[in-house]
Nanobody
Framework: VQLQASGGGLVQVGDSLRLSCASAGRTGSSWAIAWFRRVPGKEREFVAGIRWSGGDSIRYADSVKGRFTISKERAKNNVYLQMNSLKPEDTAVYYC?????????????????WGQGTLVTVSS
């Protein structure tokens, strides 16, 4: 399974960005896809996750609820992270990850496949 995250960039406080995660390979219907982020010097943290099929079963980190929206486009094997009302503390490298189980986990170690990351910088 190959994952490729894209869409990062430099934005101002309050701006929006949409990240994309393209998946290729043997991702099946019983998978969960998630976004994590990492600030230099800190651990990777869960941002949002979604089930690939069988209903959305979406989860969000408290820090992004109401501002970020995760969605999927199965025809294109893409998962998106729409980020609105961006704050300086959202600055991080964002990674998409996949696991061959339907339950969305918030734990880094429960994901088997990772994309290369895309940098989001929110300037004040």
């Amino acid at each position: 399974v190959q994952l490729q995250a894209s869409g990062g960039g430099l934005v101002q406080v309050g701006d929006s960005l949409r990240l994309s995660c393209a998946s290729a390979g043997r991702t099946g219907s019983s998978w969960a896809i998630a976004w994590f982020r990492r600030v230099p010097g800190k651990e990777r943290e869960f941002v949002a996750g979604i089930r690939w099929s069988g209903g959305d079963s979406i989860r969000y980190a408290d820090s992004v609820k109401g501002r970020f929206t995760i969605s999927k486009e199965r025809a294109k094997n893409n998962v998106y992270l729409q980020m609105n009302s961006l704050k300086p503390e959202d600055t991080a490298v964002y990674y998409c990850a996949a696991r061959p189980l339907l339950r969305v986990s918030t734990l880094v170690e429960e994901y088997d496949y990772w994309g290369q990351g895309t940098l989001v910088t929110v300037s004040s």
